[in-house]
């Protein structure tokens, strides 16, 4: 039956789905008109909103950008290649690829959602290379598998309102992950994903005859080529002596990090570990050079549009237009049922406002105080916002930037696989949420 639907789906993106960069012109004008519109606001002061936000998100573009250059010459050295090529050749099948790619996605998304963005699609790369499956749904697979990310040991909201002075500990307090990541129905959502996630893609994998197949030789590196040495300069670049006094001190200071100072994981930590491991796995800072030149190819998408969602994040919240929506989707919730309007209306947001902290300031003044009113578990209300920011982004192609990139692929190859596991993992959640 998946298959079935999943034809229509994939034919219906394909044909409609327009490339993210359009998907972000389009939502910059939704957001635009709904502010003048919903909130009065007039066109100029919309305008001001929007040039006044663009750069708004320059720390996290770069954040993302690194996270995809680090994460690629990382997986690119090769004992790392090497182990994902061992991990690869585990799967024999076409829909073992599917169910094994799935799974090591899970598993990496909910540790760090970085980590899991990059070794997910890079290990869909390599099992491309042993397995003939179709690619477009391997790459869909190893993105659907972000999915977990705000329910795990990186989610922005419960680590957030776990941190002592976050901006609503007057109101709410204190919450703990026991409240929240480690709570049982967020381990029953997470454990009830891991199972229908990769069940889910593997039913949907098409007939030989509906496939779509990538040649195996255009995934494989550039063969690297080293001539006979012969100036100094050439002697540094090849030295694996400079590698290691650079890469042990930085790696020596993440030891720091976490054993000794209890340091734990975050974007700017995850982007060191991968540079530092990186330049101690590959050797020499030729080798690092070379993959990082293949790296940043991949770069652009992350470039030109991460301005343009901080200038729509800018409008929804300045607007009170994100506020409005959310008050409006939770003003008919009761005691029970508030938690499944709140992750409706974080899944909304989330089109027009992707970053799970950006999210919560905007919807914790609005959720806080109904939870409190209803009478609500505050910390399940919380995680409701939390997955509600996951669960779209299987629709929203802003977080799918890396993996394409890295891929090779346009958000149209994937995402109509990914719309099927929206419906899927929308019933899952809701559910855990309410009654689990």
């Known amino acids: 039956m998946l298959k079935t639907i999943s034809k229509p789906a994939v034919k219906l993106v394909e044909r409609y789905l327009p490339d993210p960069y359009i998907f972000v012109l389009l939502l910059t004008l939704v957001a635009a008109v709904a502010a003048i519109a919903i909130e009065r606001q007039s066109p100029l002061d919309v305008l001001r909103m929007w040039g006044d936000g663009f750069w708004g998100l320059l720390n996290f573009s770069m954040q993302m950008l690194l996270v995809l250059v680090t994460g690629f010459i990382l997986a690119s050295s090769p004992p790392v290649k090497r182990l994902l090529q061992r991990l690869a050749a585990t ?243 009761t005691e029970t049922s508030l938690p499944f309007w709140t992750f409706i209306s974080a899944g909304i947001v989330n089109l027009f406002v992707p970053s799970g902290g950006g999210q919560w300031a905007v919807q914790a003044p609005v959720m806080l105080p109904a939870a409190e009113a209803l009478g609500a578990d505050i910390s399940r209300v919380a995680m409701a916002v939390a997955w509600g920011d996951a669960w779209t982004n299987l629709l929203q192609p802003f977080w799918a930037l890396p993996v394409l990139a890295i891929a090779g692929l346009k958000a149209k190859d994937i995402m109509g696989f990914c719309l099927i596991q929206l419906f899927v993992t929308g019933v899952i959640i809701s559910v855990g949420l309410v009654w689990f």
Request: charged share 10%; with cysteine; net charge neutral.
């Open 91 to 333: 799967a024999k099948s076409p829909g073992g690829a599917i169910v094994l790619v799935t799974l090591v996605s899970l598993a990496a998304s909910w540790i760090n959602w970085g980590f899991g963005l990059v070794v997910g699609a890079l290990f869909a790369k390599e099992l491309a290379r042993l397995v003939r499956v179709d690619y477009r749904l391997l790459v869909a697979s190893a993105y659907s598998g972000f999915v977990v990310w705000h329910g795990g040991l990186a989610g922005s909201v419960p680590l957030t309102i776990a941190t002592e002075g976050h901006f609503a500990a007057d109101q709410i307090g204190v919450i703990g992950t026991g409240s929240t990541i480690f709570a049982f129905f967020n381990l029953a959502i997470v454990v009830c994903l891991f199972v229908a996630v990769p069940l889910v893609n593997r039913l949907m994998l098409p007939d030989a005859k509906d496939s779509v197949y990538v040649d195996a030789s255009l995934l494989d590196d550039a063969p690297e080529t080293q001539g006979r040495i012969t100036r100094p300069a050439e002697r540094l670049e090849n030295s694996l002596t400079l590698s290691l006094l650079v890469g042990v001190p930085g790696l020596l200071f993440l030891l720091d990090h976490f054993f000794l100072r209890g340091g734990g994981l975050n974007l700017n930590v995850v982007n060191f570990m991968f540079l530092f491991l990186a330049i101690v796995l590959h050797r020499t800072p030729r080798s690092l050079l070379n993959s990082l030149n293949e790296a940043i190819k991949g770069g652009a998408g992350i470039v030109i549009q991460f301005p343009f969602y901080a200038g729509i994040m800018a409008i929804m919240i300045q607007s009170g237009l994100a506020e409005s929506m959310s008050a409006w989707l939770v003003s008919f919730a």
